[in-house]
């Protein structure tokens, strides 16, 4: 028989997606549906779409949120980092110490600058840089240090700014998996003369396309970062700064995130709402939990768990519909593109973390009876584990 298919045969169904899926953006987006839409109508209806009202209202906003003077709305989190780095005159020959378990946005802007990253190790509790091994990593070209805000926590920026200062090296702060986390007291960004933000749209303040920002308390920076987005412009046509960008916030995704910002905090809340669930359900599985800071509030962008058997793990968690990730696969230094920043002897930590970790479902939206699903969904993963 040609064509056509055998009698009895069954067309194969679409394979369905997670039940609980890792992230689900249209929850937050139908939520403030009317908000969302009334903000980009003003905008398409004012004729003006780049820098503009609604761009300086927002960096207005986002400024008091950090706690400081000035904030410039960019086009993205990375080139965010690689314009802060570019104000400080980061160039070639400098080197920026930073970490190599974020996914490789770090190196990226570093190199960006004709700079090259030095790759530090993290701490086991934290994942964030270990200011040990920053302290060794320090040389007389150091030019910058770059700490990761990773998964909602912050660094341990006391010691790290207790190093830079000893050093008279300016800490830049990569903010974006850390809008509005704290330590004693004092906001994501605020602490050290530059931070770098991502409102990348799965982020804790997401946009609904791509857009970042920089933040700051120095004015002489704040005006450098200012010129550099738009091509190191003076004014219009006339450049004074070199290296400069063409890295603008639009009106539009500036209206959508003065929009999201006043949630902002009470999302954070439920984050951590949820993360205190997920401690409470999953002490006992045999997982490696987040650790939260003694003195500071960490905001769960991601809820990262360990597992020695993590491939299979996940594996059977797909099987029983609840979606995950790993943040991140492959350290920046083992990346075979940048092979050649890799320290000697490697990064022990950063390399055992990477090998574990996993992400489960971590977003506002999620209710009390998906997280006690998911929390179930882990305790029979694991035994099924235990029971091979």
Known sequence: MTGGRPHGHRKALPRMGPRIPFGDLKRQHNALQ?????????????????????????????????????????????????????????????????????????????????????????????????????????????????????????????????????????????????????LGGRVAGSLGVLGCFSFYPTKNLGALGDGGAVVTNDAAL?????????????????TSDPGGLNSRLD?????????????????????????????????????????????????????????????ALQARLQERGIGTEIHYPLPTHLQPVYASFAPPGGLPVTERLAREVFSLPMYPELTDDEVDAVAAAVHEAMRKSRER
């Open 34 to 182: 009317a908000e969302l839409e009334a903000a980009m109508l003003r905008v398409l209806t004012s004729g003006w779409y780049i820098l503009g009202p609604e761009v300086r209202a927002f960096e207005e906003a986002f400024a008091a949120f950090c706690t400081t003077r000035f904030c410039i709305g960019v086009a993205n989190g990375t080139e965010a980092l690689q314009l802060a780095l570019a104000a400080l005159g980061v160039g070639s020959g400098d080197e920026v110490v930073t970490v190599a378990n974020a996914s490789v946005y770090q190196a990226v802007t570093i190199l960006a600058t004709g700079a090259r990253p030095v790759f530090v190790d993290v701490d086991e509790d934290s994942h964030t840089m270990d200011p040990a091994a920053l302290a060794g990593a320090i040389t007389s070209r150091t030019r910058a240090i770059m700490p990761v805000h990773l998964y909602g926590r912050m660094a341990d920026m006391d010691a790290i700014l207790a190093i830079a200062v000893q050093h008279g090296i300016p800490v830049v702060e990569d903010c974006d998996q850390a809008h509005g986390a704290t």
């Open 222 to 238: 704040a005006e450098k970062v200012r010129r550099l987005r738009q091509y190191g412009w003076e004014r219009k046509y006339y």
């Open 251 to 311: 009106e539009l995704q500036a209206a959508l995130l003065a929009v999201k910002l006043p949630y902002l905090p009470a999302w954070n809340a439920r984050r951590r709402a949820i993360a205190a669930r997920y401690q409470e359900r999953l002490t006992d599985t045999g997982l490696i939990l987040p650790a939260a800071p003694v003195d500071g509030e960490h905001v769960y962008h991601l809820y990262v768990v360990r597992a020695a058997g993590r491939d």
